[in-house]
């Protein structure tokens, strides 16, 4: 992967206000590959006090970002379609993974799963974005 592309995107990844309200950190990058974590935190329950489905969505929402944008030019969600398979315990270290499985020139595929620190599978999830032809705008020129 490109150092400059991996960079821009660790910087800007660290200065998403979103991502900074539940804790994700960017573990990895590849060009094609994300890993984010998170700590699963009071906060983020439902009214079951389990996992909040947003909380899950939204780690694997960025690791998609991550890996969507890794090759320098901007991609945009299409489509989501995740499956929750188990919650994991209060304070567990949620960590999601998005893997490119097809890339054309306008679109591409991605794999991503979530699981805890004991390695129990959390959620699935197939995504696609739409490619557009224009470099990550917080690239230096």
């Keep these: 992967m490109d150092e400059i592309i991996g960079k821009a995107i660790r910087q800007q990844f660290e200065m998403e206000p979103f991502g900074n309200k539940f804790g994700l950190k960017l573990m990895d990058i590849q060009e094609g590959y994300a890993k984010v974590e998170m700590r699963f935190t009071d906060d983020m329950a439902n009214m079951l006090g389990m996992a909040h489905g947003g909380a899950i969505f939204s780690l694997m929402d960025a690791a998609f970002e ?32 998005a ?5 054309t020139k306008r679109t591409a595929t991605y794999d991503i799963r979530a699981n805890d620190d004991s390695g129990k599978l ?12 224009k470099p990550l705008s917080f690239l230096p020129v």
């Design 99 to 103: 893997s490119e499985i097809n890339k």
């Design 66 to 97: 991550v890996a969507s944008n890794s090759h320098g030019t901007m991609a945009v969600a299409l489509n989501m379609n995740i499956n929750y398979l188990a919650s994991p315990a209060r304070g567990a270290l949620i960590t999601a993974e």
């Design 122 to 133: 959390l959620a699935t999830c197939q995504a696609l974005v739409y490619r557009l032809d």
